[in-house]
């Protein structure tokens, strides 16, 4: 038996940490520093990850997935905490979430899902200074030995092909979202 540990490449990691801190050291307090606010100025593309924005909302994919399809559901309006939020915002963006989860079952018919947010740098925020919802879709058996043991997470589909699976749903977002907000008051 060989006395050396298996290793796992795991490259995009290296992008992440780096990215992180590049962020950490510009400080995502200042607005002008925070992808989540520079991000709606583009158009929704491939290359950006932006499924769909207005105003108020941006849902973008999660650039270092913990699972295909994974979501992330963010006000425009850059806060650090959820009582920072206008409650109109807080409306538009919780009636986002259950959409978005319609888009990923359309495109990926999950089992269930996990949902979260992590606020602040010590409640695990890889961008503390702007809150954001994650939506995880999730299968009977996706999380196995490697991300137990390993510390490393196999994501069986590239962040394109993805996006060329979730874009579609996006195509009527916007009117099923003022339906959705219309039916709320």
Same mark, same amino acid.
């Given at each position: ?15 992440? /940490? ?27 593309? %491939? ?23 994974? /979501?992330? @559901? /963010? ?16 409306? %538009? @963006? ?5 959409? @978005? ?38 299968? @009977? ?13 196999? /994501? ?26 219309? %039916?709320?008051?």
């Amino acid at each position: 038996m060989s006395s050396q540990i298996p290793r796992l490449w795991a490259p995009w990691r290296g992008e992440w /940490i780096q990215e992180q801190k590049e962020l950490r050291k510009d400080s995502t307090t200042e607005k002008q520093k925070c992808p989540f606010c520079e991000l709606p100025k583009q158009a929704a593309s %491939k290359e950006n990850l932006v499924l769909f924005h207005d105003d108020d909302v941006l849902v973008i994919m999660n650039k270092f997935p913990y699972n295909p399809g994974h /979501i992330m @559901v /963010i006000p425009r309006e850059h806060v650090s905490y959820p009582h920072q939020l206008e409650a109109r915002i807080w409306n %538009k @963006v919780s009636q986002s979430i259950p959409l @978005v989860m319609k888009c990923i079952e359309e495109a990926f018919h999950p089992q269930g899902f996990n949902l979260g947010m992590n606020v602040d740098v010590a409640g695990g925020a890889g961008i503390p200074g702007h809150i954001h919802w994650h939506i995880l879709p999730r299968w @009977v058996g996706d999380t196995n030995f490697m991300p137990l043991l390993a510390e490393a997470k196999a /994501i069986n589909m590239h962040n394109e092909t993805i996006y060329d699976r979730l874009s579609p749903q996006f195509g009527g977002f916007a009117k099923k979202l003022e339906e959705t907000l219309q %039916k709320s008051l």
